[in-house]
């Protein structure tokens, strides 16, 4: 490849960046129906066609969003259970996940409500999906066989927790209850 196409690949890389940065920061601030081309092209300072010559529509870029944010997952999940004390483990990875969702709830919506084409548990999964739900499968002994089904209901429960408590359907004072009542009876299944 030569120097030319290399600088023109990184700059696509950083034009593709910018526009899921700001797509993710315009959500944050005013939700994801405030996310348009038209809005995204002025934020970022390039013309529509820019866009969808990186994606094909608004979809396309919660897809991206979302594949970022399961980088971040993966990587504050990893820390607090590396950080975890002995027999905290699970507890301080159900913790972290649920800061992370109510810490960023227009990511997580982009991750685990809207639409995307990311696919969990097949051969196209993506790595940093694979990476986030490694961490949990992590926090089961090695040697049990159910360690990953473990790790499938409890990345349910945090889920339902986390989008209900956001939606105000659940108090969110009542969370570490129920945070205790799903480690306390998977700990010991």
Same mark, same amino acid.
Not at 110 to 126: I, K, N, Q, R, Y
Not at 162 to 183: F, K, N, T, Y
């Given at each position: 490849?030569?120097?030319?196409?290399?600088?023109?690949?990184? $700059?696509?890389?950083? &034009?593709?960046? +910018?526009?899921? @940065?700001?797509?993710?920061?315009?959500? !944050?601030?005013?939700?994801? !129906?405030?996310? @348009? @081309?038209? &809005?995204?092209?002025?934020?970022?300072?390039?013309?529509?066609?820019? +866009?969808?010559?990186?994606?094909?529509?608004?979809?396309?870029?919660?897809?991206?969003?979302?594949?970022?944010?399961?980088?971040?997952?993966? /990587?504050?999940? &990893?820390?607090?259970? $590396? *950080?975890?004390?002995?027999?905290?483990?699970?507890?301080?990875?159900?913790?972290?996940?649920?800061? %992370?969702? *109510? !810490?960023?709830?227009?990511?997580?919506?982009?991750?685990?409500?809207?639409?995307?084409d990311l696919e969990f548990g097949s051969a196209e999964t993506?790595?940093?999906?694979?990476?986030? %739900?490694?961490?949990?499968?992590?926090?089961?002994?090695?040697?049990?066989? &159910?360690?990953?089904?473990?790790?499938?209901?409890?990345?349910?429960a945090l889920h339902g927790m986390a989008v209900l408590s /956001?939606?105000?359907?659940?108090?969110?004072?009542?969370? $570490?209850?129920?945070?205790?009542?799903?480690?306390?009876?998977?700990?010991?299944?």
């Amino acid at each position: 490849m030569s120097a030319i196409s290399e600088r023109r690949e990184r $700059e696509r890389a950083q &034009r593709h960046q +910018l526009i899921v @940065t700001a797509a993710r920061d315009l959500a !944050e601030a005013e939700g994801w !129906e405030a996310v @348009t @081309t038209r &809005r995204l092209a002025e934020r970022v300072e390039y013309s529509q066609p820019v +866009l969808y010559s990186h994606f094909a529509g608004k979809d396309a870029i919660v897809s991206a969003v979302a594949l970022d944010g399961m980088g971040e997952l993966a /990587d504050h999940l &990893r820390r607090a259970r $590396e *950080a975890a004390g002995p027999g905290q483990v699970l507890r301080a990875v159900c913790r972290a996940y649920l800061d %992370f969702a *109510a !810490e960023r709830p227009a990511l997580y919506q982009a991750m685990f409500v809207l639409p995307t084409d990311l696919e969990f548990g097949s051969a196209e999964t993506p790595a940093p999906l694979r990476e986030a %739900f490694g961490e949990f499968v992590d926090c089961f002994p090695p040697d049990d066989e &159910r360690r990953e089904l473990l790790a499938e209901v409890v990345w349910s429960a945090l889920h339902g927790m986390a989008v209900l408590s /956001d939606s105000r359907r659940i108090p969110a004072a009542g969370q $570490e209850d129920r945070l205790d009542l799903l480690v306390g009876r998977i700990a010991v299944s």
